[in-house]
């Protein structure tokens, strides 16, 4: 069972540029989150979705936009990179029933934008 | 948006230690979860906490859900080297999925 997987690990950008960092669940989790994780700030709610169609903006979305085709996948895009978007980039995945079981966390993307 | 207040934000013990740490909120939550994250991987559960009062072990780490709620903490007791990493606190309010972080206290342990 692989969990989340997120891709690339590491990744440099040049101002302007623009990339999608990848994730994906194997766990039919419906809810699904992207954080971006800077030293001493703990971890900033990007964008979330609920469910396949369904996203909302967190804490921190400009510059970013993310999609839910399917329940597995939830790209996170980065369009015109700027160096304040250089940190690490966490996804995660959960469900609840009566209970709630918390997140689970993809191994970050760590992002560079010079 | 919400706060969660962890402290200290950071901690250099000795082997052998036992620590504690700690986390608060003006605000009442219904789930209290305690995370690990190592250098260069993504925080995994520790503890979950679900009622006012609970206490709940996981090997050398014990964790607490505040009687007001609005509280919680974490002890590692005989602390090694492998207990390195940061701690964050993460709490839920009513039925939002949506977690809360705390920034996290920062474990070395000398050996």
């Known amino acids: 069972n692989a969990g989340v997987t997120q891709t690339p690990k590491f990744r440099i950008l040049k101002i302007g540029q623009s990339m999608t960092l990848q994730c994906a669940q194997d766990?039919?989790?419906?809810?699904m989150y992207w954080y971006r994780q800077d030293p001493g700030m703990g971890l900033k709610l990007i964008y979330y979705?609920?469910?396949?169609?369904?996203?909302d903006k967190g804490e921190v979305p400009n510059g970013y936009n993310v999609s839910r085709s399917t329940t597995e996948d939830f790209p996170l895009r980065l369009e015109l990179a700027a160096p304040s978007q250089t940190s690490v980039y966490f996804c995660a995945s959960s469900y609840s029933d009566t209970n709630f079981y918390g997140y689970t966390f993809g191994s970050g993307t760590r992002l560079t934008v010079v | 948006g919400q706060q969660l207040n962890q402290s200290p934000q950071s901690m250099f013990i000795q082997e052998g230690e036992d620590v504690s740490m700690n986390c608060t909120s003006s605000?009442?939550?219904?789930?209290w979860l305690w995370y690990k994250q190592e250098p260069g991987e993504g925080p995994v559960l520790l503890i979950a906490?679900?009622?006012?009062?609970e206490l709940t072990s996981n090997g050398r780490l014990t964790a607490q859900f505040g009687i007001t709620r609005k509280d919680s903490f974490l002890n590692i007791s005989a602390s090694i080297p492998s207990d390195v990493g940061i701690y964050f606190c993460a709490g839920r309010q009513g039925g939002s999925e949506k977690l809360v972080f705390g920034k996290g206290t920062k474990l070395t342990v000398n050996p």
């Open positions: 906490l679900y009622k006012a009062g």
């Open positions: 605000s009442i939550f219904n789930t």
């Open positions: 979705s609920v469910g396949a169609g369904i996203t």
């Open positions: 766990m039919n989790h419906n809810y």
